[in-house]
Structures are given as C-alpha cells and as structure tokens.
C-alpha cells in the first residue's frame, strides 16, 4: 500500500535529488517478507509501515543524540533507495514499524511521513494546555495537523482559500477561516500562540506573523515554490516570535506518533485506488486530486487480514 500524494516530485525531480532510474513511494504499508537472523522485533507475516528515511548511520553526533533524521548519511526513498511502487524493499529494520491494531492500513499510510512532519512540529512547540492555534492549508498535511492539535486539547482555526473544505474542517473540530476574504482576518492580529504552515504556494508570510501572540511561535512543514519575504520587525518590535521548520521525525517520534494515532483514532480522509491504475493517479495529482490517493495491492492487504 503506497500514497501517492505529491510523490510526482520524486518522479519529476523537483528537489533536483532523485537519481534515476526510480522507484517511488515514500510512505508504504505492508508485510514483512523475511528478516535476518539478527532482527528479534519482526516476523514474517507482520504489518508494518515504513517513512521517508531507510537508513542512518548511528554514529554521528546526531544518531547520537536520537535525531538520525539529521543523519548525514542517512538514505530516503527516491533518492538512494527504491520505494513503495517496487515488488519488494530492503530497510534496516530499525526504521521499519509494526502498526498498531488499531490502525486500518489505507487511512494511517499517509502518517508515516506527513503524520509524523506535522506531530514532530507540533510538539517541538512544547504548547501549554488550551492553547489557540492555527494550521495553514487544509490538505493532507493539514488535515492530520487539526486532528492531532485537537486531540491535544487546543483551540483549533483552519486558514483555507477552499470554501468547499469549510464542512471537512468543521467536522475536524476546527473554526474555519477563508484567506481570500482579507478584511475577516484583521481582528485576528496577535490572537494565536502557534501556527503550523502547510502551504506549498506563495503566500504572505507577515500577514500570519501578526496573527501570532508576542512570543507566538510559526512552524513551517512545507515549502513554496519562490522564498518568501519576511518582515523582520514583526520578529522583535514589542515581541519574540518564533519561525521555525520541520523535517520529518525521528524513530521515538514516529513510536509516540503511532500510539498517539491508535489512542485517539487520528486517520487521514483518504481515496484508495488498485496498483493498477498508477499512472492515471499521478496524472490525478499532477492536476490537483481533492485528497490523499492510496494504491493499494488488494492480494497483499488481504493476506494481511488472514
């Protein structure tokens, strides 16, 4: 089982990293196959999911410190290694997870690396409790970003040019906001204590910096296709925001991640289609699909059932 969403960057090159020939698909579900003698936590037959990230080095200063996701050696799908859309993989066994019980396959593909972005950037804001947040684009990232705030006990606004997500977002208990209605956000000027940004379009990054507290703090988990221009008051005058990224997560981040997801029943709204039709769904998210594509082989699933 593999998401598809945006994985057409690998295909195209966008990030100018991908080494040809490829094999995409940075976020599978699946079943072990076999495992060396040495592996104890894994068997044959169990459901397990990999990220982005296959390999460390686990010697650096940063495996070290449990931050191999900054491992200068490290190995990602589509860059060193084949993805999900390949008849088989072979990881390191130390970035292979086996998925709570909980967890139905299709809905918690897109967790293992966009779940765990937007968690790990989320908690590294170390929020009080009820805090008023802000997440910034309502798609597959953001989706999961709402869901997991809310279920930490935040206040929740969604900031979307999409008036058709307004539905999806109140069902996600979330307040939502239409960014192209500009004189509706002025009276939300130093309201929020933590944003998270999805978005990977051009978009007025000062406009959202006012909207922080003083030392409100912005997060930003994607990225958009020219630099943006920042305001470097907004930073220090009568304040002390906060920009900061996201990349991914480590191996006890994607652990917390998936037990938080079992507990709480966070999952991501999800369409899935059979392997079969891969290149009629790259197209579909070439052109702007509505949400997360799933391609899943329908024999391995059922096996996983039995």
Not at 69 to 87: M, Y
Not at 208 to 229: D, F, H, T, W
Request: contains cysteine; glycine residues 8%.
């Amino acid at each position: 089982m593999w998401h598809c969403k945006r994985r057409y960057s690998i295909i195209d090159n966008d990030w100018g990293d991908t080494k040809f020939p490829v094999i995409p698909g940075h976020e599978i579900i699946g079943l072990v196959d076999d495992v060396n003698s040495n592996v104890t936590t894994l068997k044959r037959g169990d459901r397990v999911g990999i990220g982005y990230q296959q390999e460390a080095c686990f010697n650096c200063d940063f495996c070290n410190q449990g931050h191999e996701q900054f491992c200068p050696r490290q190995k990602v799908i589509g860059v060193h290694t084949n993805g999900g859309l390949a008849e088989f993989i072979v990881t390191d066994n130390r970035f292979v997870f086996k998925l709570p019980a909980k967890l139905a396959s299709a809905k918690s593909v897109p967790l293992l690396s966009s779940g765990l972005t937007v968690y790990t950037g989320i908690t590294r804001a170390r929020l009080q409790d009820s805090a008023n947040v802000a997440v910034l684009g309502v798609g597959g990232l953001g989706q999961l970003a709402i869901q997991f705030l809310k279920k930490m006990g935040h206040k929740v606004s969604a900031f979307s040019h999409s008036p058709q997500k307004r539905e999806m977002v109140s069902e996600l208990g979330a307040e939502y906001f239409d960014t192209s209605n500009e004189s509706s956000l002025v009276v939300l000027d130093r309201q929020f204590d933590f944003m998270l940004s999805t978005l990977n379009v051009q978009f007025d990054i000062n406009k959202y910096l006012r909207m922080l507290k003083p030392q409100g703090k912005i997060c930003l988990v994607a990225q958009p296709p020219e630099n943006l221009s920042i305001n470097t008051g907004l930073l220090y005058e009568y304040a002390q925001r906060t920009i900061y990224g996201n990349y991914t997560g480590s191996r006890k981040d994607m652990r917390e991640m998936l037990a938080f997801a079992e507990k709480f029943g966070i999952k991501s709204i999800v369409e899935t289609l059979p392997f079969s039709k891969v290149n009629e769904v790259i197209e579909m998210v070439r052109t702007g699909a509505p949400m997360r594509l799933i391609l899943e082989n329908v024999n391995v699933e059922s096996e996983s059932q039995n």
